[in-house]
């Protein structure tokens, strides 16, 4: 079977950096997504790591590393309209072959 | 710009019902997906379809069925409205290939009385 684990909650400040962290047991997967989703909004896809390594898209990277089973997503120069949960999704041959997603980590950023 | 749209954003049966929620993906787009959202249990997949008439369980497919009978439109229904089906559902979409990018809709919160 396949479990994502990420942290409930993180609080940030505003103009801080903030790494948002994904563990996962799985047999073995394709690669690692991430999406966003503001309150009362839909979930959007914001990137996805199929090899290890760092991914950079603006403020926002995304980083795989499978041999230690764990990813996080990482935003900079945060501003309050980053204030969403995020959440990790990973798709496995060995499982359903759907993807399956984290519980989520509400970020909340203060001015 | 891509679009997903669902039938209503907000609704109310009672229970034993028999409940539609309707789904349009103007994408071209070989997946669709009903999703429930609850707080704490994140996204769970209830059912999945790549094709017109081919369904595919999710990880709780219980108490649901889907239909679809066009390439954009994907129903879920359920058959006897619970209370324990109060929750959010959330249509997806994506390319056959790329299941890992995924279009929502802006779901439709249901309640059960």
């Known amino acids: ?111 | 710009d891509v679009k997903v749209t669902q039938s209503s954003r907000y609704l109310v049966k009672r229970t034993g019902e028999k409940v539609f929620l309707e789904c349009v993906q103007d994408m071209d787009h070989e997946n669709m997906f009903w999703y429930r959202q609850d707080p704490g249990l994140g996204l769970r997949l209830i059912y999945f379809s790549y094709d017109v008439k081919m369904k595919e369980k999710g990880d709780i497919p219980e108490g649901y069925s889907v239909s679809r009978e066009k390439k954009e439109r994907f129903s879920l229904i359920l058959e006897s409205a619970s209370t324990n089906q109060t929750s959010m559902y959330l249509c997806a979409s994506s390319q056959l290939e790329n299941q890992e990018t995924q279009y929502f809709g802006p779901g439709t919160r249901l309640l059960v009385l």
């Open chain 1, 1 to 111: 079977g396949q479990s994502l684990e990420q942290p409930s909650e993180v609080t940030a400040v505003e103009g801080a950096i903030v790494q948002i962290n994904c563990t996962y047991q799985t047999s073995g997967f394709y690669g690692l997504s991430w999406y966003q989703q503001h309150d009362g909004g839909a979930p959007t896809f914001l990137s996805y790591n199929a090899l290890d390594g760092l991914e950079e898209t603006g403020r926002f990277s995304s980083f795989l590393s499978r041999s230690d089973s764990y990813g996080y997503l990482l935003l900079q120069e945060l501003q309050m309209k980053d204030s969403a949960s995020y959440f990790c999704a990973v798709r496995s041959p060995y499982n359903t072959d759907k993807l399956i997603f984290g519980t989520g980590t509400r970020l909340q950023v203060f001015p």
